[in-house]
């Protein structure tokens, strides 16, 4: 069975949506929600006026704008609403990679939003480096806490013989998923509900995740990371993932840290795994300086700045071990 196939009659229309969308040559590329907030409030953009604006831009629209075959779709996927005479869409469409991405509307307020922006598209790139520059076999891989599908369906397109798992434990971003993994055209790509490893069985060559990382005191699920200052999550997946790596298995981590004065409480706290002789280690920032904005929200009166990091992972056998904290290279022991 295919992915198209295994989806209900409302997920066959968002994907009907977003191929239009596809043929149309539709693009957008996702901004930090700040940006999207600035740009949103400028004078002429309360409604929407081309189809970017109403599935990029996340701005009512007036009916009519879009085409009735559109706005049916969106009725039959039950991601239309109506407010004040006008309507919006619950989801927005992305672009990455020539692939359209559905994920929540905007401003993610809901508990189950599913987020796309920014990280995404470091993330992606990081999976793309880390495959580029590894040559070991990639026959299982898993993306946990997957969102849109971004990890998994990247690692999906670039190994086609590899089992690819797609893990949330929002059925939101299980759904949205689904609908993006049979838009891009991945078969081999499966989708299952799992608390990080937690629900599957069986060891993989490669795990990836971008794992929410903010303290946040509404604690959506997609921002946070819970822990001090939203770094439990990425330690839990370290925790998990390292047992369940094949030799030669590698564990792509993308997240961000809480800087404290001028400590990385993160590549701290990894401390406990630092000298197996099982493992090498890369760790280096990607961006020194991302959500500013979340300083001013309580818990982070003492955080200096808020870096994403990449931590990779790979089970080499015994004798080789340490951890190398390289802001600009990729040294490996």
Known sequence: MN????????????????????????????????????VNQRPGNERSKTLR????????????LISADEQGQLQEAEVLE????????????SSLDGLLFAHSQFPTEATDAVFFGPDSYRFAQLI?????????????????????????IVIARARREAQVLALDINPLALRLTAVNAALGEVANVEIARSDVLQD???????????????????ERAYRHGGGVLGAGLSLRIVEQALPRLTPGGSL?????????????????ALEKW????????????????????ELLTPGYQDVERIAVVALVVTRIGAGIGGIVDEQASEVRH
């Open 82 to 93: 109506e407010r004040d005479g006008l309507l919006r869409s619950r989801v927005r469409w």
């Open 128 to 152: 793309h480096a880390h495959l580029q520059q590894n040559f070991t076999a990639v026959h299982r891989a898993v993306d946990i806490g997957c969102g849109a599908g971004v990890g998994a």
């Open 3 to 38: 992915q198209e196939e295994r989806l209900s009659t409302s997920d066959l229309a968002l994907l009907q949506l977003g191929r239009r969308l596809q043929a149309d040559g539709y693009r957008f590329i996702t901004p930090t929600p700040l940006t999207h907030e600035r």
């Open 252 to 268: 792509v981590l993308y997240t961000g840290v809480a800087m404290v004065d001028g400590r990385d409480p993160f590549l701290e």
């Open 200 to 218: 599957v069985e069986g060891d993989f060559d490669l795990i990836v995740a971008n794992p929410p990382y903010m303290a946040d005191p509404s």
């Open 274 to 293: 630092r000298d197996s002789a099982e493992f090498g280690w890369t760790y280096k920032e990607l961006d020194p300086d991302v959500f500013g904005e």
């Open 53 to 64: 604006d109403v599935f990029g831009w996340s701005r009512p629209f007036a009916p009519g």
